[in-house]
């Protein structure tokens, strides 16, 4: 009987920490896996994503929390939810909004004049027109002292306060004091800043003007960034240096070690010496994925081509970022190993070697999440 019980909870572990996808077909909201079957049949007449285990769907005009067997675990009675993370949600009822855990029990929280969702264990309050926030605990880690306080992005926030940007990271630590105009996102232990008309590259060591720039886009975890100067657009190293003169009309981030980069209307890829390795010869490209493939626009659709260029998958779908519910981090192309793309008006998911998830067609797709 042990080993049966073990068996059954690794079996429902392992459901629960699959990837899935809400999809919609012929009106109704259901759930796919990353083999193509469906996790829970297409049913409900209104369901969001899942996120932290639990996904809310609305029945008979109230939203409750369905698991990954598509039971409810917190019965319907909300009139709006949004979504768990780290065991806690906001939701509304009797036109009050207020969080709660995981059964459906009401926590207090720190006092607030707007509520703020969970997202990586932190949540915002707000007191006094000033920003700070706290942890699941409901625990101050940042009294609320700024202007305003922009998502976290792996740890770490753009602040502002009086006018000037800075960078705090989730334990309430200042990393960048606010002395800038503008400022980037914050990764690597680096970002862009601008001073007056002055942009540079902030790091431990300070403020390093960038020779001549106009603008610089953040470094996304990469060692070189895009920047203009006088309408053309090269990349700089870390320490604010050109590594790639200025040269081109169009530029996007480094991934594989190829950038997208365009001259006119026309787009192709370059690597890190400045080298064309893909010709111009398509209308729009986006950055190469983990698995190698990039999405590239020939005319008005999308295909997919290899580190050498060669188109593997042709161009006939839209790959438009975004769709019906929630989306944290919009993504273009794959994401390990499938991409969401849309031919007329329907979605699927593609695998790399250009086959469809399941031969199946919905009429909205999400990304795959746990």
């Known amino acids: 009987m042990k080993k049966i019980f073990l068996l059954l909870v690794f079996i429902i572990q392992t459901i629960s920490a699959q990837e899935n996808a809400l999809v919609r077909m012929d009106g109704k909201f259901g759930y796919i896996l990353k083999s193509g079957e469906y996790l829970i049949q297409p049913k409900f007449k209104i369901a969001k994503n899942f996120s932290d285990g639990l996904a809310g769907v609305e029945e008979n005009g109230k939203w409750g929390f369905i698991n990954h067997k598509g039971e409810f675990v917190i019965e319907p009675q909300y009139t709006n939810v949004k979504y768990?993370?780290?065991?806690?949600?906001?939701?509304?009822?009797?036109?009050?909004?207020?969080?709660?855990?995981?059964?459906?029990?009401?926590?207090?929280?720190?006092?607030?004049?707007?509520?703020?969702?969970?997202?990586?264990?932190?949540?915002?309050?707000?007191?006094?027109?000033?920003?700070?926030f706290i942890n699941t605990k409901g625990e101050v880690i940042l009294k609320p002292k700024f202007d305003l306080i922009k998502s976290f992005d792996n740890g770490f926030a753009r602040?502002?306060?009086?006018?000037?940007?800075?960078?705090?990271?989730?334990?309430?630590?200042?990393?960048?004091?606010?002395?800038?105009?503008?400022?980037?996102?914050?990764?690597?232990?680096?970002?862009?800043?601008r001073k007056g008309d002055t942009f540079g590259v902030i790091t431990s060591e300070g403020f390093t003007t960038v020779e001549g720039a106009d603008k610089v886009w953040d470094f996304n975890n990469q060692d070189l960034t895009y920047a203009r100067k006088e309408g053309k657009i090269g990349f700089i190293n870390t320490k604010?240096?050109?590594?790639?003169?200025?040269?081109?009309?169009?530029?996007k981030s480094f991934s594989k070690d190829?950038?997208?980069?365009?001259?006119?209307?026309?787009?192709?890829?370059?690597?890190k010496k400045g080298e064309v390795v893909v010709d111009f010869m398509f209308n729009d490209a986006e950055i190469y994925a983990e698995e190698g493939l990039a999405p590239v626009k020939k005319d008005k659709e999308w295909g997919f081509v290899n580190i050498s260029g060669k188109l593997v998958i042709p161009a006939e779908y839209q790959i438009t970022a975004g769709g019906f519910g929630m989306f944290r981090k919009e993504e273009k192309g794959f994401v390990n190993g499938l991409a969401r793309v849309k031919k007329g008006k329907?979605?699927?998911?593609?695998?790399?070697?250009?086959?469809?998830?399941?031969?199946?067609?919905?009429?909205?797709?999400?990304?795959?999440?746990?």
């Open 84 to 132: 768990f993370d780290n065991g806690i949600c906001i939701v509304e009822k009797d036109k009050q909004w207020f969080y709660i855990n995981k059964k459906g029990e009401h926590i207090n929280m720190p006092s607030s004049d707007k509520m703020f969702d969970f997202e990586d264990g932190i949540a915002f309050i707000r007191q006094e027109d000033k920003i700070g």
């Open 159 to 193: 602040t502002r306060l009086n006018d000037k940007w800075g960078i705090v990271d989730n334990k309430g630590k200042i990393i960048v004091v606010n002395e800038y105009d503008e400022i980037g996102d914050y990764s690597k232990n680096i970002t862009w800043g």
């Open 240 to 251: 604010g240096k050109w590594i790639i003169e200025p040269k081109f009309d169009k530029a």
């Open 258 to 271: 190829l950038a997208p980069v365009a001259i006119g209307k026309e787009w192709g890829f370059i690597n």
């Open 346 to 370: 329907k979605w699927c998911f593609l695998k790399t070697d250009g086959s469809i998830l399941g031969n199946q067609w919905f009429e909205n797709a999400e990304l795959f999440q746990k």
